[in-house]
């Protein structure tokens, strides 16, 4: 009933720019929380950034200071964007997202991945 659905990924230079937007559909109560995810071959998935419906924003200690996470709660939205990248950014990046369905259960969704790849 739910699909997260992920756009903005692509192949970048190094110090350039890349905005990813998940934008979610279907039937729901409310979007407690969005956030993004990333996993690198080899390596373990981990913590991007991370909004609440509040506007609290999380962020992974290496992209501090170059990502920004944003909402747009009438889209049902959520932005990443990346700034000053790096090619140890390169990714395949995740879109999350916490839901509370019309029958009041708290679900947690993954988008299908979008590939960022920064070359030197």
């Known amino acids: 009933q739910v699909q997260l659905l992920e756009s903005g990924g692509g192949l970048v230079q190094a110090g350039g720019s890349l905005r990813l937007s998940c934008a979610a559909s279907g039937s729901f109560f409310s979007i407690n929380a969005m956030g993004w995810y990333r996993q690198a071959p080899g390596k373990q998935r981990e913590l991007v950034a991370g909004i609440t419906s509040g506007g609290s924003t999380d962020y992974g200690d290496s992209v501090k200071g170059r990502f920004t996470i944003s909402r747009d709660n009438a889209k049902n939205t959520v932005y990443l964007q990346m700034n000053s990248l790096k090619p140890e950014d390169t990714a395949v990046y995740y879109c999350?997202?916490?839901?509370?369905?019309?029958?009041?259960?708290?679900?947690?969704?993954w988008g299908q991945g979008t590939q960022v790849t920064v070359s030197s």
């Open positions: 999350h997202a916490a839901v509370t369905t019309g029958r009041g259960i708290n679900i947690f969704l």
